[in-house]
């Protein structure tokens, strides 16, 4: 009777291990120090924890590539990524974008020149200087080098100098200055600047702006479960500012709600990293 009761309380205390979900782990770029993305995202693993019902863990990474290698091997189940770390990320294995902020699909960029410069369309930077930000930048290099390829600009060889500021600021500056005849940087570090007075826009002029494109979004691990990644998608996506603990949620994340996110709005930005021979080499190696 007692060994009875004693395997009895063995099988018990197996099904409950195996009912237990697994630990959910998350991270995001690392823009800010680890004990501000911890409190930062705090309020984000609450909430999943509360609407998976397992438990939620926030991991600190040191970098960008270091977010994009983890997500890729599968030691990350959801991260928040850029669009060059969402492209390295597919590098390791297939995964797979589920939410952006309202404004993700709609990024441009901005090509500028001296305000004397005599070029009007993008077509007259050709044998001129000109300038990228961060190789590595989505907007400031990687989709405005598609754009001007697709318009028959082949950046190595047809401008004079090319260089690489490593910043949207810095280009404007190198522009407005005269270190280069022309450049380019995200359209939202522009705005930033045009609000500041950082920059002296006597001296600058925008010749052309891109297309949009899409390039932050959340993106889950590869070889995901069609079912847990249908419910960390219907719990991001159902985030309503109107409810208190949501909203909470939302002014962390920097988005007044979120929308579907699919692979294929990310194709250009892939081609365009490809084209740049920025994916000869993956993170990690």
Known sequence: ????????????????????????????????????????????????????????????????????????????????????????????????????????????SVFIVHEDSHAHQLKDLRGKSFAFGAQTSAAGHLMPRWFLQRDGLRPETDFRRLRYSGSHEVTALWVATGKVEAGVLGSAGWQRLVDSDKLDLSEVRVLATTPAYSEFNWSVRPRMSHALRQKLTQALLKLDPRQPAHREVLTALGAPKLIAAQPEQFAALEQAARSAGMLDKKPGN
């Open 1 to 108: 009777m007692q060994t009875g009761k004693f395997w009895l309380l063995v099988l018990c205390c197996a099904a409950s291990v195996a009912q237990a979900a697994p630990l959910l782990k998350l991270s995001a770029l690392p823009d800010e120090g680890a004990s501000e993305q911890q409190r930062r995202y705090a309020p984000l693993v609450r909430y999943l924890s509360a609407e998976l019902k397992q438990k939620v863990q926030f991991v600190t990474l040191p970098d960008y590539s270091s977010v994009a290698e983890a997500l890729g091997r599968g030691k990350l189940d959801l991260a928040w990524l850029g669009g060059f770390s969402y492209v390295q990320a597919r590098q390791l294995g297939e995964v797979r974008p589920i939410a952006q902020r309202e404004e993700d699909p709609n990024h441009t």
